[in-house]
């Protein structure tokens, strides 16, 4: 049994998205000053808000010999999708 709702496709389950999340060493008190760093849909939560893993290096910690990345939820409106790279053409 998931503890995420079904997903409606907009945000995919895996898909890489940008989301704001404030640094650990950073001033930014307010949302709206954070930086948007890069996470990945672990799953759809309610029916507009995802659970995000965030993927950034500056935000990884450490803890007996074990790397962990913060986790967060946003809305529909804090999530931007990553864009897929083109292929080059020759």
């Known amino acids: 049994m998931s503890m995420y ?3 409606d496709g ?3 389950t895996d898909m890489h998205v940008w989301t704001p999340y404030p ?9 709206l000053d954070w930086p ?5 849909v672990l799953g759809q939560t309610g029916p507009d808000e ?3 893993v965030i ?3 500056e935000v990884r910690e ?3 010999s074990y790397e ?12 931007r999708p990553v864009a897929k790279p083109t292929p080059e053409v020759h």
Do not use: V
Request: hydrophobic letters at 35%; proline letters at 10%; charged letters at 20%.
């Open 23 to 31: 640094l650990p060493d950073g001033d930014a008190y307010w949302e």
């Open 50 to 52: 995802w659970h995000i």
């Open 5 to 7: 709702e079904t997903n």
């Open 10 to 12: 907009r945000f995919p």
């Open 68 to 79: 962990w990345s913060p986790a967060c939820f946003r809305a529909y409106g804090a999530l």
């Open 55 to 57: 993927d950034a290096p």
């Open 36 to 40: 948007w760093l890069r996470g990945t």
């Open 62 to 64: 450490c803890c007996d």
